[in-house]
């Protein structure tokens, strides 16, 4: 479980490289959403280029909707599920094994988001326009009998546990929204065929936020935040009362992750006893303490757990270096996957959903040039077949690689990061795109990125950094981060660039920035703070005014406000410290172009964050290209909407520091002479 104040989450605008998890008996709260310059130095990367440079593709080829995606077997493992496009949204598709498929929904507002198998039913989730105000649907797998099971407007609702397997409830889930306090989530006991809603507690009175099931779909832990610290609640039966069991300041980490099998202690992430990564172990509940180490790793944080419902063992647990991680629990799972391993040579492979007989599996394999292959294997036949392409039309033989790399900042810090070079292309003097990921508190990873591969692919390199504050890296390097915005998070930044310029890898007059979310912050903090640093900008839905930025978020941070006063600085006492970190007050610094993407329903950034800085600038009489999508949230996802932003953006970065950039300039030259 990541408790529901977590922060280090709060601003992320793009899915992170990831596979797919089943729904565990965990919650899945409501998050919010929803990480000296001369003496930079850095593992420097090959500079070896291909003869030719692959021709330019389609950008539509890198943003369209994917062939088929998102496959699930169900529980009895007669059927196929996927997601696919219909009409531009993303739908969701039946097939029985060796049969013909079904379309089960027909949705043409938005793309439907997560779904999984109930029964012999679909239960999946959409929002409206963007809002993040999600709505959890059902549907038979003949696509009949579709229904809203939460309303359909105001209010953010989720599922926390599909009850899978648990007796009397082949019909039921449990889910949490906001409706009747727009702040906290309450839990309800839904029927997925009649729609039936019934309270599993009153929490009028405690406003718990977060809520922890264990193996029988009981509730038996509950988190609230009282600003700073996460307390955590514990009864031992539905009928007891609930007692405060843990309290820890906002800066560790304890993380119930599951009950153990018995339902008498807990699997739990944590950094307490003097640790800086969190790590995973079994917990004992009476004692309140570490009884067992499972899992842990001196680099990086470890905090994901799988385990098999049918066997009730812990199967593997999982984490993010350089790319996603392993390790092994028991000797079948990895058996498992000993055996598939020669078939996947050269490509990352996860199993990630199975029948509830565990004989037949789906497997994901790709890598940072393959968007993805799906499997279908049945260990009874030993037999392997691949169902779909992710990208069919995307040739893995013309990706650019993504290589890991580090360098040193100013201060001495290590800072993890990926460079994509353009294939056949020497790597100097390149036309550079810095690209800060959102969050703050997350971090990018390795794998298949359109925008990454659509920006090598027109000449640029790419580099992405996880500057301090990224997640996985341990409590010292995210805490390094706080009330640090605009200054050495940013500071990160720069000593990127500065170590591409070093080594020769990038053309010190055509570099750009472009982010979303915290990365449209850091983006406008690069053209405003380091103003000579970049010959152009792109920011996606980003903050300027760290004031306003406060006063507009959705009404589920608002718990977690005096977090974020501690983590970004206090309006009141730190007003000066936010002034500075608030880029709408030095537009007049700016000197290169900027291009301005923003969606008018953001619950994160509100729009007015985009207003303000365009009504700064215009008024100064600088020209900002300014793209706003009515129909569009923290991102835009709707597939006609991706095309007009990613369009506009490469015309746009090409005319400051691509082709057309160089044509104006050798035109610029023939004129003086």
Known sequence: MAPAGDLRIFLITRPMHSHLQRIGRTLAPALFGAALLASCSGDKPETTAMSVPPPQIDMKDFFKNPEKASFRISPDGNYMSWRAPWKNRMNIFVQQM??????????????????????????????????????????????????????????????????????GMEQSIIIQMNQRNPQVFDPYLCNIATGELKPLYDNSKENFEGWVTDHNGVIRMATKTDGTDQVVYYRSTEKDPFTEYMRTGYKDSWNP?????????????????????????????????????????????????????????????????????????????????????????????????????????????????????YYFYDSTTDKLEMVAELRPWIKEEQMAEMKPITYTTRDGLTIHGYLTLPVGREAKNLPVVVNPHGGPWARDGWGFNPEVQMLANRGYAVLQMNFRGSTGYGREFWTKSFKQWGKTMQDDITDGVEWLKKEGIADPERIAIYGGSYGGYATLAGITYTPELYACAVDYVGVSNMFTFMNTVPPYWEPFKKMMYEMVGDPKADSLLLREASPVFFVDRIKCPLFIAQGATDPRVNKDESDQVVEALKARGVEVQYLVKDNEGHGFRNEENRFEFYDAMQKFLDAHIGSGYKAAAEGEHEKAA
């Open 98 to 167: 060796g049969g013909e498929p079904v379309q089960v929904t027909h949705d043409t507002i938005r793309d439907i988001g997560g779904y999984f198998w109930k029964g012999d039913r679909i239960v999946y989730s959409r929002d409206i326009n963007g809002d993040e105000n999600f709505i959890v649907f059902s549907a038979a797998i003949d696509g009949s009998d579709a229904k809203a099971l939460t309303p359909e407007k105001g209010v953010r609702a989720g599922t926390m546990d599909d009850l899978h397997g648990v007796a």
């Open 257 to 373: 992750l599951m009950f153990t099998f018995d339902n008498a202690n807990l699997i739990v992430s944590h950094n307490l006893d003097g640790r800086d990564k969190t790590a995973i172990v079994e917990w004992d509940l009476a004692g309140k303490k570490e009884t067992k180490l499972i899992f842990e790793n001196k680099d990086y944080d470890v905090s994901n757990i799988d385990y098999s419902r049918k066997r009730q063992v812990l199967t593997m647990v999982t984490w993010t270096g350089s790319k996603e991680e392993r390790h092994i629990l028991d000797d079948q799972t990895k058996a498992l996957y000993e055996k598939l391993a020669p078939k996947f040579e050269g490509y990352e492979y996860w199993i990630y959903g199975e029948n509830d007989n565990e004989d037949k599996f789906m497997v994901w394999a790709g890598s940072d040039r393959q968007p993805g292959k």
